[in-house]
């Protein structure tokens, strides 16, 4: 078993969906992808909270054994998101990004996460991706996430740190809008073309599309949820799924691999989605992902 | 082998996609589902089309050993449909709607029709579907699909004719605003409620959910294409597919079977979109199907 660093946000997520709202709930990349990964791997987290950052948020992730040194308490605020899902169940609404103690944000590695073999770059500005990644002396696997808003005002930095990642995990219409595609199966393609081995589009609803140079597409459904409570986290749950599955094996990510670590990172991200928050997630075992993964066998088998 | 009969629309289209435009090429429910269709199972129509329908258009079907004793050729113009896609390809915009000879289409089966074994009830106004259906004998399994005008203006007789049919197959959007169901998961399960055995719902470049009362949910992507140049006629196709496949089969469809037919569908649908009108649905030969079905497994296999 290899030891997972993630860099990304912890934050308080303030959200509405058709199934209710609620306020300042614990949310942020780094926790859907820590409580993900940590069934299956040893997680160390860089990031860093204000002093509203309750104890209880800690203790969730220091139950699963996560690393949190390199988790820093600062003066201010906690980011905070405020976002609305009408409709459209796969795209959230902003209403309010209040970036608090996120706006100066300067991620020191702690030594002892210095020989991570598995690194998970969470949507962050690139350049701090960059400044992460610089300071793992010889990560064995990297995976990064972005956003739209990347894309569009730091694209460079961002082509830089793609071209020195294994995987990019990304949302369908980021693929598309990144490589200027009409549709997830070419940015799929297009993506691979700027550096890394393989790409993980994240469809929401619809499931995934994996593009690797050496064995081309690998397309699946999501499990079929019938009621969506809060989409959010999903796709850092999917990564944390994904990072935790590779992490567990004992050598080098295969394209095989990685193919069956999407499936994890699906099955994880479909128990997100059945409640608000980290809710689900947190109380999810690998027992449960188990029983789901076989039900998951049964719905995409003839 | 059994017989199908398929009572839909024979049309010319106008239609602009990113990819380019034509003017008047051959459309319609029935020779969509016809050129599928024929390449399993020996299909009849029943349809009407006007003075200007052109020799080749019946000559396409015939080639193919469609029976065309029941397609009437009546004064005025065939009917004409004017749609564009922008953007998102999964939904046309309809610009025009010219019914013209089909306004007044009053489908009279011929003596020879009457003891079809299969029954497709392509997209035409309910009444008429459940006459063309009273006028068979002894159907042995039977198919309809509609859309979102006659789920509004028509919805008491959609629902008699949904209490008929073994399967429904449904648009994604179409599925939901049916049922009122938040998502096509969700909608899937209240469709079986209606009436038929199972619900295939057709979500464009996302692949399909079929859900049967037996089984549950079966789900699968599409085939991976990345230039879409027309997406009309994919769900007619599918269907088409669909039932070619299962008319094929010794016996009464199992719902193993109806699974098999959704990715027989799915693959010939695949093959629609790859040009304008029937363009590259009429050239498709069976083995292209084999070869696309063999590397589709692949796609959805680790």
Redesign the interface.
Known sequence: MSDILVVGSLAYDSIET?SGRVARALGGSANYFSLAASLYAKVRVVGVVGEDYEEADYKLLKDRGVDLEGLEKVPGKTFHWEGKYEGD?NEAKTLRTELNVFEHFNPKLPESYKNSSFVFLANIVPALQMEVLNQVKNPQFVGMDTMNLWIDIANADLLKVLKKVDVILINETEAEMLTGA?????AA?KIVELGPKAVVIK?G???F?MYSKEE???????F?????TDPTGAGDTFAGGFFGYLASRPSKPTV?DM??AC?YGSIMASHTIQDFSVKALAKTTIADIEKRMAEYK???T?
């Open positions: 058709p169940m009409a549709n997830a199966i070419e393609a469809r609803e619809y499931g599309i081309g597409y690998f397309v699946l459904p999501a079929p949820i019938a009621k969506v095989k193919k069956q499936i049964k719905v995409i003839i």
